[in-house]
């Protein structure tokens, strides 16, 4: 592997209310580069990055796809920090928080109730922030990176696609069937999946609005994605995951079927 190549940095992989893992949420890395998506739901992130040696310093773009807890707490933190730094005269340049208006206003206010003035005071100076409208193209990492709405059934949330990797990202939801075109023979989809579909009785994905492995994976051998990584999972069988998993889903799916556990990477190029 090219260890200056792009990279996936799963930093959490569970769903909302997972014990036994963290939150979904990642970190594409190339270089010194740092796009972080996502924060989770708590303080944890800190530590995570941390074992991870990634340093905040590093991070100089961050999104936040939507409003919920297991999404957007992680980043209050993430600002706090970046936010401490900034003010020690310890962290070069600005950090960009892309969102959507309505992501944007909840985390003003939360940062806004728990968090000191002067760190609140650096929005919209050296923290950017950039409100996302739906085909919204920005430079990240050297990326064109293309933001779009994913026609949640639940609240506005935002995914995104990168073109030159042809990666793509539709959130904690299942791929919308309006982009199933686009996503046609992607090299990558990452793509979350509640459960086993064998135990869809006993977690109830599709009254979340979520999908099980093998959903999943039969909706990507339809539109032959070559990579599929899948996330925002359950954590009942942390140890047996990745196993069971990928016996699941590789009777439906002949791409290659990634279950990352947190903290693992995965090179893109």
């Known amino acids: 592997m090219n260890d200056n190549g792009l990279s996936i940095t799963m930093l959490g992989t569970g ?5 036994k893992c963290y939150n979904t949420c990642f970190i594409l890395r190339e270089r010194e580069g740092c796009f972080l998506v996502d924060g989770g739901g708590g303080n944890q992130i800190l530590r995570i990055l941390e074992e991870q040696d990634i340093a905040l310093t590093q991070i100089h773009d961050l999104f936040i796809t939507h409003a919920h807890s297991d999404h957007i707490l992680g980043a209050v933190w993430i600002v706090r920090r970046i936010g401490q ?17 309505e992501v944007m206003e909840n985390l003003q206010t939360i940062c806004g109730i728990v968090l000191m003035k002067k760190v609140t005071d650096l929005f919209g100076g050296r923290m950017r922030l950039v409100r996302l409208r739906d085909g919204d193209s920005h430079i990240i990492l050297g990326r064109e990176i293309t933001f779009f709405n994913i026609m949640s059934t639940k609240l506005i949330q935002y995914g995104f696609k990168m073109t030159e990797e042809s990666l793509f990202f539709c959130g904690d939801e299942p791929l919308n069937p309006k982009f199933y075109a686009e996503v046609k023979g992607a090299s990558w989809l990452l793509h979350e999946a509640f459960c086993l579909y064998a135990e869809k009785e006993k977690f ?13 994976c039969q909706t990507a051998e339809e539109l032959r994605v070559k990579n599929l990584i899948l996330m925002h999972t359950e954590d009942s069988h942390i140890q047996d995951r990745r196993r069971l998993y990928k016996e699941e889903g590789e009777k439906v799916y002949s791409g290659r079927l990634w279950v990352p556990d947190d903290g693992e990477s995965i090179f893109v190029n």
């Open 204 to 216: 109830k994905p599709y009254e979340k609005h979520h999908s099980t492995v093998r959903d999943v």
């Open 85 to 101: 730094l900034m003010l020690a005269g310890k962290y070069g340049g600005e950090l960009r928080i892309y969102a959507c208006d």
């Open 15 to 19: 769903h909302a209310t997972v014990t």
